[in-house]
């Protein structure tokens, strides 16, 4: 059972354009999410997050909004850069039951052509 | 300071043998992650240590895999009789192990079994 869904595997982008990238979970539990960027060969790195007392978050060129009712995140990448070109995956956890787990999508690749 | 780091980064077994895997935390860091990515695929959770608690290891596919840890410190994912569906990147991931944290992770070690 796939908790956290990234339904779309690519997505290519014009530079200087807007990138989405979109999320959805069913785990009404979850209360945090994040969001990770990785390039081929090197493991994750953090980009953003956003609580569930929240519905947006802002971090220079990138923004989590987050739909409580719909269970569903997205980021947006504004303007997109060809150094954003890599795979995205957003993560959920449920903090209040007390685990620290993240539950991980399957990633979406961007690749934001110049 | 150094992040984490992971050894080997690249191993190629035949299968039925067994493989360990090495992961060293980010000093101080009491949680410790491990992951597997299948190619083309997202991020599979395996196991979690936090401090001194007894591991969360719902994400361990079957009984050939198996890690540990050492105090705060150093971890080993050991796979016994390994078969060609384990061929994967397996990631480790450490954190100050609180709520929210940010999980650094490792570049990993990619494991072909043949």
């Known amino acids: 059972d796939q908790q956290v869904k990234q339904n779309s595997p690519s997505l290519s982008v014009q530079e200087g354009r807007i990138s989405i990238l979109n999320c959805d979970y069913t785990?009404?539990?979850?209360?945090?999410f994040l969001w990770y960027k990785k390039y081929p060969a090197e493991g994750p790195t953090f980009l953003i997050s956003?609580?569930?007392?929240?519905d947006k978050n802002e971090d220079g060129r990138f923004t989590v909004f987050l739909n409580k009712s719909a269970k569903h995140l997205s980021l947006h990448i504004v303007p997109s850069q060809p150094g954003d070109s890599a795979v995205y995956f957003c993560?959920?956890?449920?903090?209040?039951?007390?685990?620290?787990?993240?539950?991980f999508g399957t990633g979406t690749r961007l690749k934001v052509l110049a | 300071g150094a992040g984490v780091s992971q050894s080997p980064s690249n191993k190629v077994t035949e299968k039925g043998k067994d493989v360990e895997l090495r992961c060293d935390p980010i000093?101080?860091?009491?949680?410790l992650y491990w992951y597997r990515q299948r190619l083309g695929q997202g991020l599979e959770f395996l196991i979690y240590?936090?401090?001194?608690?007894?591991?969360?290891k719902s994400g361990l596919p079957s009984d050939r895999f198996s890690a540990e840890r050492t105090g705060e410190s150093v971890s080993t994912l050991t796979i016994q009789r390994t078969q060609q569906e384990d061929s994967a990147v397996y990631l480790c991931?450490?954190?100050?192990?609180?709520?929210?944290?940010?999980?650094?992770f490792g570049p990993g070690t990619r494991l072909l079994v043949l």
């Open positions: 991931a450490s954190s100050l192990g609180l709520a929210r944290e940010t999980q650094y």
């Open positions: 785990n009404s539990m979850f209360d945090y």
């Open positions: 956003i609580s569930s007392i929240k």
């Open positions: 993560a959920a956890s449920a903090t209040r039951s007390g685990t620290y787990k993240y539950i």
């Open positions: 000093s101080g860091h009491t949680a």
């Open positions: 240590f936090q401090g001194n608690s007894a591991p969360d």
